[in-house]
């Protein structure tokens, strides 16, 4: 049995169901599972590891829902730092189909360590680039080697544009060959156990990228298996005249008539809706991964993140790809998803008889309007939880992963932002995490990865970058 202690945290913000915020405390796991949490006091007194989080604040790791690790190669990329999603995709598309296996394992460790810097704890990613020798087990087995919770996607594309889609042709794969390996990944890696440390999803791109029939088939595989299903949906006016024009229908219904609603479904971005769709989404079970960044990045639109929340629809943070991005930065993403809530409050008419927002003293806006930091991070853990099908992760309580972070409270960052900690971690500029935990094991220690020296790792992920840039451009 392998233990570990966490004590003397100035706050610890469990997540449970009290959402509790106690002072001077910690917690105790016994082989990645959390046994005590509660008053340092009343702690055990020893463990094979002691993490001393004096001065820090203490949360439940992070989840990330969607993300493009592969992406960490083409960041700030010239040629596409000033375009909207579907020009900035064909800019790009090329340039991912070269990531090779040496270029994959690099790209996943590096955005992985980010996020891990950020305090994330648990990662989905969705890969659909799968040539040139890339595939799952790259990410799965540098995920592994990192020690990072990890969620992997066989993601696919298989509508090029000779057949009405929009990625080149030689960036799509055969239908027969992505279902063969979409198969084969869940076989040898999905682990739906408690604690899982791997878990496969099925994720066909988008609706102007797969087939029809790519979807009923991943559905159906998905749902033998049962394994959880994701795509990008309703991110831009794009493509909702896409499909508008392709199937007369609005993206959610005609993803509706592909079995694609469920409690097994969760979207990535969701911008445009509308309130019926809305009421879908919450009565249907379907989840929403919250992309701000990305969305801001490339001018796609602010998502109802306040009207999900209120109609009972599962919403979690993606920090999305880091070419749309150009971080995987999870603490900034739930910053930004707070920010641009408020942001949107100003923007969108109101409802019912106000004609003005918070312009007129006489019309305020109603306390329940705002996004508050502490629903942010909601979002970032219990949210997130919810929306991969987690029970075990998001929290720090009794019987759920041991899998948290600190940051450390006596930073400039922080300075005169300590009546409120808990805000403060939200309010504030985002905070590299002091020591973050995965599965009862410490992968960052004092600001710095543990598990693996990265410095030959960011040398070979920047050569594979200039590599594939330079290919590209022949």
């Known amino acids: 049995m392998t233990t570990l202690l966490a004590r003397n945290a100035d706050v610890l913000v469990t997540m449970d169901g009290e ?7 910690g917690l105790y796991t016994e082989d990645g599972i959390i ?16 993490v001393d989080l004096s001065g820090q604040i203490c949360l439940p790791g992070f989840v990330n829902t969607h993300h493009h690790l592969n992406q960490t190669l083409t960041r700030n990329f010239p040629g596409a730092q000033n375009n909207n999603l579907f020009p900035w995709l064909k800019v790009l598309y090329r340039v991912w189909a070269r990531t090779d296996a040496e270029a994959s394992r690099v790209s996943t460790l590096v955005g992985l360590a ?14 659909y680039v799968f040539k040139n020798g890339n595939n799952v087990d790259c990410q799965v087995e540098a995920a592994r080697e990192l020690g990072v919770r990890f969620h992997a996607s066989r993601g696919s594309m298989s509508l090029g544009e000779s057949k009405g889609g929009l990625p080149p042709d030689d960036c799509v794969e055969d239908e027969a060959v992505i279902l063969k390996d979409s198969q084969r990944a869940i ?12 878990q ?9 990228t797969v087939t029809a029939s790519l979807l009923k088939e991943s559905a159906a595989m998905a749902r033998h298996y049962k394994v959880r299903l994701h795509t990008h949906l309703c991110e831009t006016l794009d493509e909702e005249r896409y499909t508008l024009e392709r199937f007369r229908l609005r993206p959610v219904d005609w993803m509706e008539t592909l079995g694609w609603v469920g409690d097994d479904v969760w979207f990535a971005h969701a911008v445009h809706v509308d309130d019926d769709e809305i009421g879908k989404f919450a009565a249907t079970g379907c989840g929403v991964a919250h992309c701000p960044c990305s969305n801001m990045r490339l001018a796609s639109g602010i998502a109802p993140i306040k009207k999900y929340i209120a109609a009972g629809v599962k919403v979690g943070l993606g920090v999305d790809g880091s070419s749309s991005n150009d971080s995987s930065n999870i603490l900034l993403e739930a910053r930004q998803a707070m920010l641009l809530a408020r942001l949107r409050l100003g923007l969108l008419p109101p409802e019912g008889p106000r004609k003005y927002m918070f312009l007129s003293p006489s019309h305020p806006v109603r306390a329940s309007e705002w996004m508050t930091a502490r629903e942010a991070l909601e979002l ?38 300590l009546l409120d900690p808990v805000a403060a971690v939200v309010f504030c500029a985002p905070q590299q995490a002091r020591t973050t935990v995965i599965n009862g094991k410490v992968v960052v220690k004092d600001g710095e990865i543990v598990t693996m020296d990265m410095r030959p790792v960011v040398a070979t992920h920047n050569r594979c970058a200039a590599r594939m840039a330079e290919e590209a451009a022949r």
């Not at 005590?36 to 463990?47: H, K």
Request: net charge negative.
């Open 35 to 50: 046994k005590q949490v509660g008053p340092t006091a009343e702690l055990p007194g020893t463990a094979d590891t002691i």
């Open 200 to 208: 496969i999803a099925l994720a066909p791109c988008s609706p102007f």
């Open 114 to 127: 980010e996020l891990a810097l950020s305090g994330c704890t648990t990662v989905f990613d969705h890969s």
């Open 187 to 198: 076989e040898k890696y999905h682990d739906a156990s408690v604690g899982s440390m791997t």
């Open 380 to 417: 970032a853990t219990v949210g997130g939880a919810r929306v991969l099908g987690r029970t075990d992760i998001g929290a720090l309580d009794v019987g759920k992963c041991a899998d948290f972070f600190s940051l450390d409270l006596n930073t400039i960052g922080y300075a005169g932002a």
């Open 19 to 25: 959402r509790r915020e106690l002072r001077n405390a």
